[in-house]
């Protein structure tokens, strides 16, 4: 058994949540099938590559780097725009870009996620600790009952993860030590940026992430490794 | 009826809690009956009014001004010190000392609070904003199951209320204007500063709040006056 950790904070978008089959759902509605042609899927997990590459949290991004924070809002809404030019699609009206953008901040959890936090409740600190804005965060956790104790968001920091005063101060906030928290991802940089600063960590891979079948990303070997949050639970003794 | 409000923040201690019969309990077990002399109602009053000084929110505090942040854990602690010298109270060790302090953290509230915030969280954002430290807000919404969908504290901000910047930073990360947000309160120094700055308020008298029948402040005339958490929500339509 891992040692005991104080608190638990959670990776929310792709971790907590499924954001693709949120997303997809969103802008099928939104399009009304107005371009017959647009295959949501593949769009919407472009969509998410681009703003991860944005925040540097791709696979080539320098280690620990991160970019100035800035409002996801605009993050997400800027890299909407890029696609559509680049695929010369064009017709949206901007009640419909809005409403594209905001379907990235109100996501269904994965049906693990909900009554795994239920159980590790009682004996740990449950808290967010997201790249999202603030009302993206709140939105997402009001929306889907996310029973979290405290809610983190890198515009309480001005900082995007993996920046380590986000992690830190994290710490700080809950007058704990880094070793006294467990960071709950499924990317391998939020992790390792945890790892590399003394968090305990733990992965949970989510293979659906980008798509059904899409494939989870490589474990890293430093983190407790755990199917789901009821795997976790289970590990953890709750 | 009051202009709706997306979002609703809350002060916390002696707005949503009962501190005086919480920490009055744990101060007594603590205690355990060493000092038979001293008499914990008064005591915890003063207490709290020490706190309130400290933090420039007394009758006698210039309007809008705040101190520099620091730790409430912190300002608790030489408040309790000094009152203990003062009276020549002597024979607390040092976990009686930090369990005193920490009574602070976890609060009871009031009977109306958790059924009003019920009804008001369908048609609002509910948040805490509290002088308070992440931990004591956080542990307090946790054990009171206050259904809040936001926390913000003082810490986050590295301001105490009344600075402006509190409050214009809540509504910052919020992505709203102060005139969307309400202000609900039992101090009137915080209500005051929220109106000067654009937000709706209310205020709800705690009349118990330093003690039974101690008597509450007297309502600010800016504010929409509310007798509890109930009939905020009956006056604000939910």
């Given at each position: 058994m891992a040692p005991t950790a104080r608190a638990i904070l959670f990776d929310l978008q792709g971790t907590c949540t499924d954001f693709f089959t949120s997303v997809v759902a969103a802008a099928r509605a939104i399009d009304g099938g107005e371009?017959?042609?647009?295959?949501?899927g593949p769009f919407v997990s472009d969509w998410r590559k681009a703003y991860m590459r944005a925040l540097g949290n791709d696979a080539t991004a320098k280690a620990g780097a991160a970019p100035a924070w800035r409002s996801v809002r605009e993050v997400y809404r800027q890299a909407l725009e890029a696609l559509l030019a680049e695929r010369g699609l064009d017709g949206f009206d901007e009640d419909q870009l809005v409403g594209l953008v905001l379907a990235w901040e109100e996501q269904e959890p994965w049906p693990d996620v909900v009554p795994g936090l239920a159980r590790l409740r009682a004996r740990h600190t449950l808290g967010a600790l997201s790249n999202a804005d603030v009302p993206a965060v709140a939105r997402t956790a009001k929306a889907g009952a996310l029973p979290f104790d405290v809610l983190f968001s890198a515009q309480m920091f001005q900082?995007?993860?993996?920046?380590p005063a986000v992690y830190l101060t994290s710490a700080r906030w809950l007058s704990?030590?880094?070793?006294?928290i467990m960071l709950v991802a499924c990317h391998a940089y939020d992790v390792a940026a945890a790892h590399r600063l003394g968090f305990q960590t733990a992965f949970v891979p989510r293979?659906?992430?980008?798509?059904?079948?899409a494939g989870a990303e490589p474990a890293p070997e430093s983190a407790l490794l755990a199917r789901d949050f009821l795997d976790l639970a289970d590990q953890l003794g709750s």
């Open positions: 371009h017959p042609d647009l295959d949501w900082a995007f993860k993996p920046d704990l030590d880094p070793p006294d293979p659906d992430e980008l798509g059904p079948g």
